[in-house]
């Protein structure tokens, strides 16, 4: 496994991340087992919410590896909030409110990284700010990042965060080899074809210049959770033809080499990988130790669909 300097932030973690959203129909012993063997892979980082399994995710990640301070040290834990009862909230009193419960779920006294899950187009910038300053001064977190933000959104935040001395270090978005927008639009400039369409206000370039990590979410899937292109040889022939060739090439699988196609990406990104099987875990982790050429990396690229202008 490689790892990542996070903004300075945050030394030594890992470059795949382990995403607990489903685990809790799970049994407290395969979530343990699940958890062991993503540690022995080599997988450091692992990615929660509070609205996971309404919270039971934390809970029960907690619950199932018996945190307590020595084990506490094993992990970089990042949780999200500001979704509840089907809103946006950056509220101070909801950012204040939803740490304190991710804590106790978690039995911890500290997340090592906190995330405002979705835009909230209400946010008080300075709100999010005292709330963030709070956090900081108390121990509760010790760095911050958001999720789906697009620049300017990011800009208007930091802004107010900067007075506290806090920086935002991680911005989680959709990205996968089938859901390619951000990296699309920078290849079709002065074009006036789909792909040439700028959803996101450069973002992926945008986190380079300033030094934010992107996690890929759903790294797996199509579409806004259509279901996974790995297999699907009814939308994806071409794709999973191009996977299953550089997969047998490096013998790795093609979940791993889907995670590898995102790791070649110079941006450095930490893709979030939410399975529960703790082999498949296993295997993607080798997809840090694939170093795909420039022309493989290309190939799958035009595989699911993409055309170079």
């Known amino acids: 496994m490689k790892y990542l300097n996070i903004r300075n932030k945050i030394t030594h973690a890992s470059e795949i991340s382990l995403g607990m959203m489903r685990i809790s129909g799970m049994t407290l012993k395969d979530i343990d087992e699940l958890v062991k063997v993503a540690l022995d892979s080599g997988i450091n980082f692992f990615d929660h919410a509070d609205i996971y399994g309404g919270g039971k995710c934390e809970e029960m990640f907690a619950n199932a590896v018996a945190m307590n301070p020595s084990i ?36 911890t006294d500290y997340i090592d990284v906190l995330l405002l899950h979705r835009p909230d187009t209400l946010m008080e910038p300075e709100e999010v700010a005292e709330a963030f300053d709070s956090l900081k001064k108390s121990g509760k977190v010790k760095f911050f990042g958001v999720s789906n933000q697009k620049p300017y959104q990011i800009e208007l935040l930091q802004k107010y965060l900067d007075k506290a001395g806090i920086e935002i270090i991680i911005n989680q978005l959709q990205l996968s080899v089938t859901n390619t927008g951000m990296i699309d639009s920078g290849l079709n400039v002065n074009m006036k074809n789909a792909n040439s369409v700028n959803h996101d206000g450069d973002i992926l370039e945008y986190c380079r210049l300033k030094e934010i990590t992107i996690q890929p979410w759903s790294p797996f899937q199509y579409g806004f959770f259509e279901g996974a292109f790995l ?42 990988v939410g399975s529960t099987n703790k082999t498949r875990v296993a295997e993607i982790c080798k997809a840090s130790d694939v170093n795909l050429t420039r022309q493989e990396w290309y190939d799958i690229y035009k595989a699911s669909g993409n055309t170079l202008p």
């Not at 509220?91 to 939803?98: F, G, M, N, T, V």
């Not at 040889?233 to 790795?252: R, S, W």
């Open 72 to 107: 506490r040290e094993k992990f970089i834990i990042q949780t999200k909030c500001a979704i509840h009862d089907g809103i946006y909230d950056f509220s101070k009193e909801h950012i204040l409110k939803s740490v304190d419960g991710s804590l106790k779920r978690l039995k």
């Open 231 to 272: 297999g699907n040889l009814e939308k994806f022939p071409k794709l999973n033809e191009a996977i299953d060739k550089y997969a047998k090439q490096y013998n790795v699988t093609n979940s791993a080499m889907a995670i590898a196609w995102l790791l070649c990406h110079p941006a450095k990104m930490q893709p979030i």
